[in-house]
């Protein structure tokens, strides 16, 4: 395979006594969908903050296409076109959607600061291409009907598919979404599981952190298994299926959690 | 609708803006308004209130007495208070409301030498007589401009001059202030008395005004073993918890300052065995040290009628009545004229102290100063005990070595 | 919305003109000292605002308010310079000076920041107290220049004095409206959009790429770079500096004017700071109970109208029409 | 320097810094448990000094007894002021900040209303000054300090004894979790604004001896406490204490050796870089 687009290497990090990770190494993949599925408290929201620069890691390095990017603040990230959703919803509660994914564009908006200050008309022409750019992206996950909600009054559904939009809405090349499935209703999931493949199908990576595994296994062409901080198994989801290990120090649950909602 | 939704906040300001036009009104001919501008709230309350009580309490006097009659016609006074807060905007504001909108010409205040640098120009362009109270000396061109009260040069040199005929063995000073404008010309006043006085200045500090815990300060004074420890400009409060706290120390020596010692305070607060052989110069106790018949009437009244004595109350009653005084003499209550009567050299008015001049000329270049003599006493066993007065004639020299001359 | 938005520029434009011909109604010196005030104050509490765009509450403005002031009055007293040229330059230096101050503190967020910012806004306080030379200690700064005359040919010449009301008046109004305005279209900008984007949600901004830090710090700049302003204004007029005027007592009635006028929207402060003023003047004669009047006004506002006083019309006009409705039913 | 005037020096420290603690560790409390930024805890303490002053002074109680009321009464005050001004901001700390102004507003008008605007002061209960290797202090001021030390443990032994005291401690570190367990959020707020004017009383009437009062004192000493709060984290108890010792150490030393205004610079600048460097102070938790 050519080489990999993020390398994590011997990342160990710990919290005062605990270890939450320790010595876990993986790579992802150009253009593929990566799962990583653990029980709660595997540290799997734990590994995302590491490697967005959230905490530095204890020990390790993470690297994207080749460059050290261990430590570096989330802005850079998105310079480099790392974006990511997150498990708790958070959103700008206060604007509305279509604010918001204007705001997600941040990097790719050439509105000036002047031309912002006094309305010039070469900025005029800006802005209606952030708008048309914006409305496409609404369209994309299907939330133009929704654009001049305010953020917090959108139903759970939509709260994290504004959360993935806005991901989208920074126009990454690797995708980080942290359980962006889990408490969705079954249509939402499919919904939001077509989303992930049509990103894929336009050359964006995608690493996804589930607990539902039934969501999970249909859209990914890998999943690592995260079990104490460790990585326990790795494989198509037909393997991680059969995998003892992981059948015992987990699948219970996952089912559980994917059933009863 | 919505226009008016958006205008209301403003429209509602400007309307109330609008509405205060007819503020100024006109005020009857045969009242004399007497503008009082001082801090009668917030933390300086303390000293602004007393002086606005004395002034009231001359004011009802003088109208009680008939008011003042000039060219057959009586007029009666009325005294009008605006606060300062001790702060420069609010005290400009109060000064402009007094002078165009009350229409005052005489004025009473500031105490702050600060604020009253602004406000001076003020009083003097528009000719209103103004009795000021800072501890700042006049200079020549303020022919407007009168001290009400004694200052720090009469006070300080006065006080250190007594402390030492009292005791001569006393050659080394600690000199404490309260960190603030006043603090500081008295301090300035203090160095310089000592200097000519040949004492020797071991420290010289400033606190903060709001500092009650004077452990520290005494901890870095006492190891160097003044004779005496010399405060300036502090509350009477202030003052004696000092004391006390100097005597729990074990500082047995002397302690003195010059302005606001209030014997009563000293002995609720310190106690009357560590206030023993305390010297009060320039005490509130107007009654405990009446020098003249009236001064004591007035003291009572006030007591009566506030339930309290307080420092400096009855040098604002002093002011009525050199005003009503100048008054009189001009027969006019126009200010001008008044200032005219009050320059002429010999003019002497009445006061709680009895006859009193404008003096100063020879220290500087101004007759400004009203000549009241500076009765003293010393804490004996619980009691204040008169020791005497000092008169103007007795205090130039000790200015003139305040002044470093 | 078009139409809306018209009746809104002409409301203000109506207004704007008001202002100006207010010394045309209002003759008594003490009043157009009073507004002359409110206007400076105005300017300090909007851009005091300007900060809370980003959620953080600054102590440290008024302080920055007085270095304007120290800054502008030291140029023109030590060197000499006209208060044209130390006005501006004033507000650079407590520009500058403000980087020093809020750099540390962004480390913060939330209550954390608002002591932080006293705190260094405290010790730079304590400084003016401290160094005799230059800032004059607790005595501060007196017989502070006064802005020189305005000499265009063919116009009477404008002087200003102890003496003069009205053209303080006007130089005070217009830069009130100048700073408004700058700082209206400041808020519409760009800026404003990452302000309120960084007010939700510190970490989501900065995962959509925003960098925080730097435009927290241009807004802080900025807003302080008027406080600046209109303690230079401030210095010049009154002509005296006293440091104990910046202590946190004007800073907590900053912070009041704000709040209670309503942090939420642009006019909020404006609304708030005239409400006090006007409220402190009318109550003179019971200096006593101003503090008490303060305290009630914003109990009141606070458990009433969360948004503050600006959401006043808007939570009675229903009332009113509900109540000519009723009227026109009978 | 002389050894007495070193001891001296650590013994005024000492003193300062017990006064603090006892007022501080109210500040704390109202703070971990509500949230509340209280700039009107300087004024509780000025109402604490005035009522013993009220008691001891005008109605001839005896002193204790007098201090004790106090405590009560303020204590009731304190739970009313949160009843009535602070439950409708709960959580949220400008507008309850801003509130507490207003309240320090109100405190401060109705004690000049009350009492007059003169310094007031109260004979010294225990007379008589103790020379401890050269370092003298007045037994009073031993007392106060013996006082508050009685009173920080008792209150220390009520959190972590009683069952409410528990509950506060809940409450302080997870509000959401200790509602979930049950917990009356509105009881836990009463007591600890009650139990907090109630500290911030004793201060007063301790001190009202020592030294003088007037309605405008309160301000001052808020800030002071809010220093030592933030230093010591905010949230956590014990950290106030040690807080407030450093600070009473180092208005002593600075204050003696350099000059007062130092002392007061070193307080805000320790105060900031503490929150810049250790946001969470001396003992707090990240």
């Known amino acids: ?261 | 609708m919505a226009l008016i939704k958006k205008l209301l906040p403003l429209l509602v300001v400007v309307a109330l803006i609008i509405a205060i036009i007819p503020g100024c009104a006109a005020k009857p001919p045969e009242v004399i308004k007497i503008g009082i501008a001082e801090p009668v709230s917030g933390g300086w309350a303390a000293w602004g209130v007393p002086v606005d009580r004395g002034a009231r309490l001359a004011i009802d006097d003088v109208n009680a007495a008939g008011g003042i009659t000039i060219g057959g016609k009586t007029y009666t006074l009325e005294a009008v208070t605006e606060d300062t807060e001790a702060d420069s905007a609010i005290a400009m504001a109060a000064f402009k409301k007094l002078i165009y909108d009350h229409e005052v010409g005489y004025l009473l205040g500031p105490m702050s030498s600060a604020i009253n640098a602004i406000v001076q120009p003020l009083c003097e362009a528009n000719e209103v007589l103004q009795l000021f109270h800072g501890s700042f000396p006049p200079t020549p061109d303020d022919y407007y401009n009168f001290r009400g009260t004694l200052i720090g040069e009469q006070y300080g040199s006065a006080a250190y001059a007594i402390l030492l005929q009292l005791n001569p063995e006393i050659k080394t000073v600690a000199l404490l202030n309260r960190d603030e404008e006043g603090g500081w010309i008295n301090q300035e006043v203090a160095r310089n008395v000592c200097n000519a006085l040949g004492l020797e200045i071991v420290l010289d500090e400033f606190l903060d005004p709001h500092e009650e815990d004077f452990y520290p300060i005494l901890t870095k004074i006492l190891p160097l073993e003044p004779d005496f420890i010399g405060m300036g400009m502090i509350a009477p409060g202030y003052h004696a918890l000092l004391v006390k706290q100097a005597r729990e120390l074990g500082y047995t020596k002397p302690l003195l300052a010059p302005t606001g010692s209030d014997t009563a305070i000293m002995l609720d607060i310190a106690g009357a065995e560590a206030s023993e052989g305390m010297l009060a110069v320039g005490t509130a106790d107007y009654i405990g040290l009446a020098i003249t018949p009236l001064m004591k009437d007035v003291g009572e009244r006030y007591l009566a009628r506030y339930g309290t004595q307080d420092a400096w109350s009855l040098e604002y009653y002093n002011n009525i009545l050199y005003i009503k005084a100048g008054m009189e003499a001009a027969d006019s209550i126009d200010p001008t004229e008044v200032v005219k009567v009050w320059r002429t050299p010999g003019f002497t008015m009445p006061s709680v102290y009895g006859e009193v001049r404008w003096v100063g000329e020879e220290f500087w270049g101004i007759n400004s100063i009203a000549s009241c003599p500076l009765p003293y006493a010393q804490i004996q066993s619980g009691k204040e005990v008169v020791l005497g007065v000092l008169t103007w004639e007795d205090m130039k020299p000790l200015i003139s070595a305040a002044l470093g001359e | 919305m078009n139409s809306n938005n018209r009746t809104k520029w002409i409301s203000l434009i109506a207004v704007v003109i008001l202002l100006f011909l207010i010394p045309l109604f209002v003759k008594s010196p003490y009043w157009m000292l009073v507004l002359t005030l409110m206007w400076i104050h105005i300017i300090v509490a909007e851009s005091f605002r300007y900060i809370v765009t980003t959620g953080e509450y600054s102590f440290a403005h008024v302080p920055l308010m007085g270095m304007g002031g120290y800054a502008s009055a030291l140029l023109a007293m030590k060197l000499g310079l006209s208060f044209w040229l130390a006005l501006p330059l004033g507000v650079l230096i407590a520009a500058l000076i403000s980087i020093i101050i809020y750099y540390p503190c962004l480390k913060t967020t939330g209550t954390f920041f608002f002591f932080a910012s006293f705190a260094f806004g405290e010790v730079m306080r304590l400084c003016w107290v401290r160094f005799r030379v230059p800032f004059g200690g607790v005595g501060g700064l007196r017989d502070i220049p006064r802005p020189d005359a305005i000499n265009i040919p063919g116009l009477p010449t404008v002087e200003f004095t102890f003496l003069t009301h009205v053209p303080y008046y006007y130089l005070m109004l217009v830069f009130m409206l100048f700073s408004l305005l700058i700082m209206y279209l400041l808020e519409r900008s760009r800026l404003g959009a990452i302000a309120a984007a960084v007010k939700e949600s510190k970490v989501l901004a900065s995962f959509v790429g925003i960098r925080v830090w730097w435009y927290e710090m241009v807004i802080f700049v900025i807003a302080s770079a008027f406080a600046a302003l209109g303690g230079s204004l401030y210095a010049h007029y009154t002509t005296l500096l006293v440091p104990i005027e910046f202590y946190w007592g004007l800073g907590i009635y900053v912070c009041i004017w704000a709040v209670v006028g309503g942090t939420g929207h642009f006019a909020g402060p404006i609304v708030g700071t005239i409400v006090f003023s006007l409220v402190r003047e009318f109550l003179r004669p019971i200096p006593q109970l101003v503090p008490m009047v303060y305290g009630l006004i914003l109990a009141a506002t606070l458990a009433f109208l969360p948004e503050g006083l600006i959401s006043l019309p808007s939570k009675i006009l229903p009332w009113i029409e509900k109540g000519l409705a009723k009227v026109k039913e009978r | 320097m002389e050894l007495s005037t070193f001891l001296q020096m650590f013994v005024n420290g000492t003193m300062i810094g017990s006064q603090l603690a006892l007022f501080a560790t109210g500040l704390t409390l109202v703070y971990g448990i509500m949230l509340i930024i209280n700039f009107a805890h300087g004024e509780l303490y000025m109402l604490g000094a005035f009522a013993v002053f009220f008691f001891c002074e005008q109605l001839g109680l005896n002193y204790f007894l007098s201090l004790i009321l106090a405590m009560i009464v303020v204590g009731l005050i304190g739970i009313a002021a949160e009843r009535i001004f602070f439950k409708p901001l709960r959580g949220q700390h400008i507008p309850s900040f801003v509130m507490s102004c207003g309240l320090a507003f109100m405190f401060q008008v109705a004690a000049v209303l009350t009492f007059g605007i003169k310094d007031k002061a109260i004979d010294s209960v225990f007379p008589g000054v103790v020379n401890i290797l050269g370092a003298s202090v007045s037994v009073e001021r031993l007392m106060v300090s013996l006082i508050s030390a009685v009173l920080i443990i008792g209150f220390y032994i009520f959190l972590l004894r009683s069952r409410y005291g528990r509950a506060m401690r809940a409450v302080m570190q997870d509000p959401d979790a200790a509602a979930l367990q049950g917990v009356s959020i509105n009881q836990v707020c009463s007591l600890g604004i009650g139990i907090g004017a109630a500290l911030a009383a004793a201060a007063g009437g301790l001190l009202a001896p020592v030294f003088i009062f007037n309605p405008w004192m309160g301000p001052v000493l808020t800030w002071e406490g809010f220093i030592v709060v933030c230093l010591g984290g905010k949230t956590s108890l014990p950290g106030t204490l040690l807080a407030a010792f450093i600070l009473g150490y180092i208005k002593s030393f600075v204050t003696t050796l350099v000059d007062p205004v130092a002392a007061l610079m070193c307080g805000a600048a320790i105060l900031g870089l503490i929150l810049t460097l250790r946001p969470q102070g001396l003992l707090g938790h990240e």
Not at chain 1, 60 to 82: A, C, N, S
Not at chain 1, 145 to 151: G, H, I, N, P
Not at chain 1, 226 to 243: C, H, Q, S, V
């Open chain 1, 1 to 261: 395979m050519s080489t990999p687009l993020l390398e994590v290497r011997n990342i160990t990090k710990r919290f005062g006594g605990l270890t939450a990770i320790s010595r876990l190494s993986f790579d992802i993949y150009q253009g593929e969908i990566a799962g990583l599925i653990g029980p709660n408290g595997a540290g799997k929201t734990t590994l995302f903050n590491v490697i967005t620069g959230f905490y530095p890691p204890t020990e390790g390095k993470v690297f994207y296409k080749g460059e050290d990017i261990t430590g570096f603040k989330p802005h850079q990230l998105v310079k480099r076109r790392i974006g990511r959703s997150f498990q708790l919803t958070a959103l700008f509660d206060n604007l509305s959607v279509f604010q918001s994914v204007v705001m997600s564009q941040h990097l790719h908006t050439e509105v000036g600061f002047w031309g912002s200050l006094f309305h010039t008309p070469g900025n005029h022409e800006k802005e209606k291409a952030t708008e048309a750019k914006t409305m496409e992206i609404l369209k994309f996950t299907g939330m133009e009907t929704q654009r001049d909600v305010l953020a917090k009054n959108l139903s759970h559904g939509y709260q994290k598919t504004l959360n993935f939009t806005m991901a989208i809405g920074t126009e990454p090349e690797l995708l980080m979404l942290d359980e962006p499935l889990c408490a969705l209703s079954p249509e939402r999931v499919t919904a939001i599981q077509d989303l992930i493949r049509t990103a894929r199908d336009k050359g964006v990576t995608v690493l996804v952190i589930e607990h539902n595994m039934k969501a999970l296994f249909p859209i990914c062409d890998r999943i690592m298994v995260l079990d104490a901080g460790m990585k326990i198994a790795e494989g198509t989801p037909k393997e991680i299926g059969e995998n003892s290990k992981v059948i015992e120090a987990y699948l219970g649950g996952a089912i559980d959690v994917s059933d009863g909602r």
